[in-house]
């Protein structure tokens, strides 16, 4: 399998925090280059150095970066997705600049190549009962009856070929009813909303920190042929924006949130706000071993009857209010 080195640029004081947050995505491995610790390592050596080489000393004036490596398939492109999703939070969120540019980089390959080359890997998948996802450039017979989910990501996150996307789906075909009214949080491609107003949803609202998600999530609305005046998209952080906050505050009967643990537990009140009582709440992006921690923190919020769905190390989990 081939990778792709993505360098994440941030400061020191930004480093615990930024590494918390790549596991919470799926990243296990980090190389962290930081010019703090090296300087430290120069004022508190105990051995004898007649000579540090050139290339070491650089690390003293060198910008701090963490350094991961993503498969260059489908599964990379929506983490590298949900990196870049989790950066523009990580950057609303810091108001006194503390943890540097919160910047993403790939290493040796272009943009336009990292686009196009995953695409190969992206081809026509079933979930549950009722869906199948396909990105544009691919052919689908749909002689099997299922509902035909046509997406292209571009650069926001959800193919359906991550684990916390299928999990989410599956989850939202079994709560869905007819003519329900939906928020999806953190909707990247609009993967969830969209699939939902096939599977018969009345309208939904659909909600991402990133502008160009937004965009994304309305142009893969209409490529589904979804009424504009039913799906509406919205860009900004919900728990900082007081203004969205309350544009986009209802009473929802389904709520989506494929997101990460520390933002899910963050939200657990806004979570509560929208959703009339009885309503659904799905969330996922979950590492299996945070699920517990993000459960108890919804149901301290007035969440009950948690059902998880865990696949490979991931969980998503359905919640009533």
């Given at each position: 399998m081939e990778w792709t080195e993505v360098n994440i640029y941030t400061a020191t004081a930004g480093?615990?925090?930024?590494?918390?947050?790549?596991?919470?995505?799926?990243?296990?491995?980090?190389?962290?280059?930081?010019?703090?610790?090296?300087?430290?390592?120069?004022?508190?050596?105990?051995?004898?150095w007649d000579y540090i080489d050139d290339d070491l000393m650089g690390l003293s004036h060198c910008e701090t970066c963490v350094t991961v490596y993503l498969p260059s398939n489908s599964q990379g492109a929506d983490m590298l997705s949900a990196i870049r999703a989790m950066l523009a939070e990580m950057k609303s969120a810091d108001t006194n600049c503390e943890y540097g540019r919160l910047e993403a980089e790939l290493s040796s390959i272009r943009e336009e190549d990292w686009a196009n080359n995953w695409k190969q890997y992206f081809k026509p998948l079933k979930v549950g009962e009722k869906l199948v996802i396909k990105p544009s450039w691919e052919e689908y017979s749909g002689d099997d009856g299922r509902l035909i989910l046509e997406i292209d990501p571009a650069s926001s996150f959800g193919t359906g070929q991550h684990h916390t996307t299928r999990l989410c789906l599956e989850l939202l075909e079994k709560s869905l009813n007819k003519g329900d009214k939906l928020l999806d949080m953190g909707c990247g491609s609009g993967i969830l909303s969209i699939g939902a107003m096939l599977l018969g949803a009345g309208s939904a609202v659909a909600v991402d920190i990133d502008e160009n998600a937004a965009a994304t999530a309305a142009e893969n609305a209409e490529k589904n042929n979804i009424d504009p005046a039913l799906y509406k998209t919205y860009y900004g952080n919900v728990l900082s924006d007081e203004k969205l906050a309350v544009e986009i505050k209802d009473t929802y009967d389904i709520i989506t949130a494929n997101i990460v643990a520390d933002v899910l537990i963050a939200m657990k009140d806004f979570f509560a706000e929208c959703l009339k009582d009885g309503g659904i709440l799905i969330v996922s992006g979950i590492i299996e071993e945070r699920m517990d921690e993000v459960v108890s923190a919804l149901e301290s919020a007035g969440f009950s009857s948690p059902e998880a769905n865990v696949k490979e190390g991931w969980a998503a989990v359905r919640l009533v209010k």
């Open positions: 480093i615990e925090l930024l590494c918390s947050r790549l596991t919470d995505i799926g990243i296990k491995g980090f190389a962290i280059q930081d010019a703090e610790d090296f300087n430290e390592f120069l004022e508190n050596k105990n051995g004898q």
